[in-house]
């Protein structure tokens, strides 16, 4: 039988042999805990800018760190974030096909945005140079990185960028198998109430044209 070129990579399993669904629920709470701390944090800059403002001084530059515009924006999206893995969480536990769709799209809206930018660094070599001259005096190790031979740190970058794309893409993977298993799962329930639950269909009862007399209809098709 011909098979969909996405079933060869289906599977009910994912890392550390735990099931699909099981590795969605932990990579859902694992998201929700990150972005309530961000939330926290950015929540406590909200309450108390002067702990959190850097001055521009400090960043050697001619801008400011992050202006409560930013933090408001911030603050929006990650309550988003919070939303979204709280759905996957729910959607993957409660056997909820739909919920997981918004938290497996931040997934792929992710992904592209990391191999855009490797694919940036690949074609502009130079922007990593010019990023490092951008960052303060007093960040650390900076003069150790800029005297990295640029091609070595190019290919460096790269390289660390394509891990990191490997793992999202194996999490995509996974959060992907638990879509099709709870979606398959839950069409196989609805089959199989329909084909054991008995269906009868009641007749009434008709003349016989020879006895002139009622009769009961004959026994209803029952399938099994």
């Known amino acids: ?38 939330l926290l944090i950015l929540l406590s800059a909200l309450t108390d800018p002067d702990q959190y403002h850097l001055t521009t001084a400090e960043l050697g530059g001619e801008f400011e760190f992050m202006d409560d515009a930013n933090m408001c924006i911030a603050t929006a999206i990650s309550l988003l974030m919070i939303l979204i893995c709280a759905m996957a969480t729910y959607g993957a536990y409660k056997q909820h096909a739909a919920w997981i769709i918004p938290f497996f799209c931040y997934q792929i809206f992710d992904f592209a945005l990391n191999t855009l930018v490797a694919i940036s660094i690949l074609v502009y070599p130079s922007t990593i140079q010019d990023y490092l001259r951008q960052l303060p005096t007093n960040f650390p190790y900076k003069e150790e990185i800029m005297s990295v031979n640029p091609t070595c740190l190019v290919v ?21 198998n638990c879509y099709r298993y709870i979606n398959s799962r839950n069409n196989s329930d609805v089959l199989v109430y329909i084909t054991t639950n008995d269906t009868a269909v009641l007749l009434p009862p008709y003349d016989d044209p020879v006895n002139g007399a009622a009769k009961d209809p004959p026994p209803p098709y029952v399938s099994a």
């Open 1 to 38: 039988m011909l098979s969909s070129p996405w079933a060869r990579f289906y599977s009910n399993s994912c890392c550390l042999c735990c099931h699909v669904r099981t590795g969605t629920i932990l990579l859902g709470v694992w998201y929700l805990v990150i972005n309530s701390v961000v």
């Open 156 to 176: 460096i970058i790269l390289l660390f960028i394509s891990i990191i794309l490997a793992f999202k893409g194996y999490l995509i993977s996974c959060v992907w």
